[in-house]
């Protein structure tokens, strides 16, 4: 079993849709993190958690410590939004980013 | 925001060259740089830790004679891909800290 695993693996949506996608991880941590990576490859670093929530544009993210979970959020997708998001948490007491597998969205038109 | 650029953002070669990819973090210093590597459809990898001013700690099965990296500057971390072949085409993504920690861009290396 991994230790950071994402759900769902693959999304499909209709534009305007509310879009969640979820990050389970069975270590401690000191932080998480939600990356975006464009079908080119291109890394974008959207939020870093170490708890609660935070809001950028149409996303937002949340985790909670103690399940050992979090989500990130999409509001009113767009396609622009189609991307492979990765979480990523930071094991407590190392400097190592576990990653997981990531979710590959498509938002249709 | 903290920002960490990669350069090439791609590069395409031929068998038997080597490679250089620069990492800088553009408005921090970094003391701390990491490379990762990433096949198509499959996790970030991570290959090495670079402190400023020492050898880099390679992770079990990266070959260090092969992937060299240097980090000579608070600012600066390069990751050379010698004698590259066809199996060393990958995304090669590397990310700096400061107590946080930033990921670059990522840079496509294609091995003819």
């Known amino acids: 079993k991994n230790e950071v695993e994402q759900s769902p693996q693959n999304l499909t949506a209709q534009e305007g849709e509310f879009i969640t996608i979820n990050c389970s991880y069975s270590?401690?941590?000191?932080?998480l993190h939600w990356l975006q990576q464009h079908p080119g490859g291109g890394i974008v670093s959207l939020f870093m958690?170490?708890?609660g929530k935070k809001k950028h544009g149409r996303l937002i993210a949340t985790i909670n410590i103690q399940e050992k979970h979090s989500s990130l959020h999409i509001t009113a997708s767009h396609p622009r939004d189609s991307a492979v998001y990765i979480c990523?948490?930071?094991?407590?007491?190392?400097?190592?980013?576990?990653f997981g597998t990531g979710t590959r969205l498509k938002v249709l038109a | 925001g903290a920002v960490v650029s990669q350069h090439p953002s791609w590069v395409i070669c031929k068998s038997g060259t080597s490679v250089k990819i620069e990492c800088r973090s553009l408005?921090?210093?970094?003391?701390?740089m990491f490379w990762y590597r990433q096949f198509p459809k499959q996790s970030l990898m991570l290959m090495a830790t670079s402190n400023e001013g020492s050898k880099a700690t390679y992770e079990q099965g990266v070959e260090k004679d092969k992937f060299l990296i240097n980090h000579a500057s608070l600012t600066l971390s390069t990751l050379t891909v010698t004698s590259a072949h066809p199996e060393d085409s990958s995304f090669y993504i590397c990310s700096a800290r400061d107590g946080t920690q930033y990921f670059g861009p990522g840079t496509r290396l294609t091995v003819l």
């Open positions: 990523a948490v930071l094991q407590v007491g190392t400097y190592k980013y576990i």
């Open positions: 408005d921090f210093q970094a003391t701390t």
């Open positions: 958690l170490s708890s």
């Open positions: 270590v401690g941590i000191s932080a």
